[in-house]
């Protein structure tokens, strides 16, 4: 029995910012594995590449990283392209992975099952019911509000959501998602219409604005920490999301939970590449901005 398992792609990714071109592997996978890997927890990852990219798994298993490989035909090329304001981006996608399936997480049993789709068919309905049959689901909703059109990716709704969110204990969105996945502006709304919808907890980041938390009627403000400096944005969501879920498997209530996560992702946006940090490293960011946890 794993802590946390995490589902999703990892991607070729490239990288356009204030500070050059970068060509990387990336993805919710890829990001929230290499994060939650340097705390103390027992985490496994199922993911799927092409037969081109298994030396990015290969890395990941050297690590001590548990990984359990879905076969794909190609893996899922992005490329990201950010302005001088690192909390937004636009995306292309030049090629697709093939689906998870449900036989392929038959022999796998967690207390958290983390779903990172990238693309609105990446994980099914079926999977998801079949996943919170067996452990407590938490999703990044973004792959199933985006949409392909000519290789960019735009915003949309997500089909089966109605079905879908009932089986959903934490949902992660931003706020542009919150608004597609909703209707509403207000971050309060917003996450009272998806916890109606079945949602037990809703984080909503908001970048360099901090986060907020809805559970239990209570809505929290997490503020962000200030990185010392902003080289890479990429991946801090599901940096946030590793440093959230292993609070909560630890039994923080949701406020502990954010306030270590916004730390954790304040640490990843100072260097290019995922999280590399230690638990120390996090509690050394909160102390530093003498910020009490709960």
């Avoid at 290789?151 to 949309?156: G, L, R």
């Avoid at 949602?199 to 239990?216: A, H, P, Q």
Wanted: charged share 15%; hydrophobic share 40%; with cysteine.
């Amino acid at each position: 029995m794993y802590d946390i398992c995490c589902v999703g792609h990892i991607t070729l990714d490239k990288v356009v910012n204030q500070t050059g071109e970068f060509h990387m592997a990336g993805g919710t996978a890829y990001y929230f594995a290499n994060a939650v890997h340097n705390l103390p927890v027992n985490f496994s990852l199922v993911t799927a590449v092409g037969p081109t990219e298994t030396t990015v798994v290969d890395q990941l298993k050297s690590q001590g990283i548990h990984i359990v490989l879905q076969p794909s035909t190609y893996s899922v090329y992005f490329e990201n392209i950010y302005s001088g304001n690192q909390d937004h981006r636009t995306q292309r996608v030049l090629q697709k992975a093939d689906p998870f399936t449900v036989s392929g997480l038959s022999n796998i049993n967690a207390r958290f099952f983390h779903l990172g789709p990238l693309l609105a068919d990446d994980i099914s309905l079926e999977m998801i019911q079949f996943l919170a049959g067996r452990g407590l689901v938490s999703l990044d909703v973004q792959g199933y509000l985006r949409e392909v059109k000519e290789y960019q990716v735009v915003t949309t709704d997500w089909a089966f959501k109605r079905q879908a969110l009932q089986h959903i204990t934490i949902l992660k969105a931003n706020e542009l998602e919150l608004e597609a996945l909703t209707g509403h502006t207000d971050m309060e709304a917003g996450a009272r219409l998806l916890n109606q919808w079945g949602v037990k907890e809703v984080v909503i980041t908001m970048g360099s604005k901090g986060s907020v938390i809805y559970t239990d009627s209570t809505l929290y403000t997490i503020p962000a920490y200030p990185p010392a400096v902003v080289k890479d944005a990429t991946g801090c969501g599901d940096t946030y999301m590793a440093g959230y879920l292993y609070q909560r498997a630890k039994g923080a209530d949701a406020e502990q939970a954010g306030n270590f996560a916004a730390a954790m992702a304040s640490l990843k946006i100072e260097a290019a590449g995922p999280f590399t940090g230690s638990e120390a490293d996090v509690l050394e960011v909160i102390a530093r901005n003498k910020i009490q946890l709960p």
